[in-house]
T-cell receptor, first 109, second 115 residues
Framework: DAKTTQPNSMESNEEEPVHLPCNHS???????IHWYRQLPSQGPEYVIH???SNVNNRMASLAIAEDRKSSTLILHRATLRDAAVYYC??????????FGPGTRLSVLP | EAQVTQNPRYLITVTGKKLTVTCSQN?????MSWYRQDPGLGLRQIYY???????DKGDVPEGYKVSRKEKRNFPLILESPSPNQTSLYFC??????????????FGSGTRLTVV
C-alpha cells in the first residue's frame, strides 16, 4: 500500500484558515487521495477526495500538487468543532483503505 | 437518515464468553468492513466483505469471525474473547461501484472491554 506522511499535530486559531499537509511521494497514477477526520468519541467521517484536480465541497478544499506527490486539506475558517484527527489516505482499485496516525488538529479560541 | 448502526456502544465481558457486535447499514452498500482502533496503532482492518457471502481477512483477523448473510448486516463475532481484544471497534460501509467517488460511512463505534 502506498504510504502517506502527515505531521503528528497542528494548532490553529479559531476563524483562521488551516492548511493540513500530506506527503505521498510514492503515489501511483491510479491512487485517489481521500481525507477523513475523527472527532473525539466518534467514528471517522469522510471529508473530501480527489485524483488530480483541486476539489471543493461544503466542508473543505483539497489542493493537489501538480506532480501529485503531496496534497493539502484546507479548512477555510476553523471552528472549535473542527478539532479532530485528520487522516490522509491513498485509495486504489483492489486495495483497502489504510489509515495512518493522522494529524491531530487543535483549534484555539 | 443514511447511517451505519452498531450495537452495543459499550460492552464489558469476561474472557472466553462468546459475543457478537452487530452492524447494519441502510444505504444498500456492497462493501462493509470492521476496524479496531487502539492507542498508538491507529485504525486496523479486521475483516471486510465485498458483497453477500463474500468475506475476506484484513490486517488483524485473528480471534474474530464475520458473516454476511444479508447485504445490510455484517456482524463481528468473538468466539472466545481475550483481554488483548479490548479495543474500540468501528464498522464501515461504502458502495463498490464507482468506489472512488464515495467515501466510507462509519458507525459510532463499540468500546469493548474484556476482563
Amino acid at each position: 500500500d502506498a504510504k502517506t506522511t502527515q505531521p503528528n499535530s497542528m494548532e490553529s486559531n479559531e476563524e483562521e484558515p488551516v492548511h493540513l499537509p500530506c506527503n505521498h511521494s510514492t503515489i501511483s497514477g491510479t491512487d485517489y487521495i481521500h481525507w477523513y477526520r475523527q472527532l473525539p468519541s466518534q467514528g471517522p467521517e469522510y471529508v473530501i477526495h480527489g485524483l488530480t484536480s483541486n476539489v471543493n465541497n461544503r466542508m473543505a478544499s483539497l489542493a493537489i500538487a501538480e506532480d501529485r506527490k503531496s496534497s493539502t486539506l484546507i479548512l477555510h475558517r476553523a471552528t472549535l468543532r473542527d478539532a479532530a484527527v485528520y487522516y490522509c489516505i491513498l485509495v486504489s482499485l483492489g486495495q483497502n483503505f489504510v489509515f495512518g496516525p493522522g494529524t491531530r488538529l487543535s483549534v484555539l479560541p | 437518515e443514511a447511517q451505519v448502526t452498531q450495537n452495543p456502544r459499550y460492552l464489558i465481558t469476561v474472557t472466553g464468553k462468546k459475543l457478537t457486535v452487530t452492524c447494519s447499514q441502510n444505504m444498500n452498500h456492497e462493501y462493509m468492513s470492521w476496524y479496531r482502533q487502539d492507542p498508538g496503532l491507529g485504525l486496523r482492518q479486521i475483516y471486510y466483505s465485498m458483497n453477500v457471502e463474500v468475506t475476506d481477512k484484513g490486517d488483524v483477523p485473528e480471534g474474530y469471525k464475520v458473516s454476511r448473510k444479508e447485504k445490510r448486516n455484517f456482524p463481528l463475532i468473538l468466539e472466545s474473547p481475550s483481554p488483548n481484544q479490548t479495543s474500540l471497534y468501528f464498522c464501515a460501509s461504502r458502495p463498490l461501484q464507482g468506489q472512488f467517488n464515495y467515501g466510507y460511512t462509519f458507525g459510532s463505534g463499540t468500546r469493548l472491554t474484556v476482563v
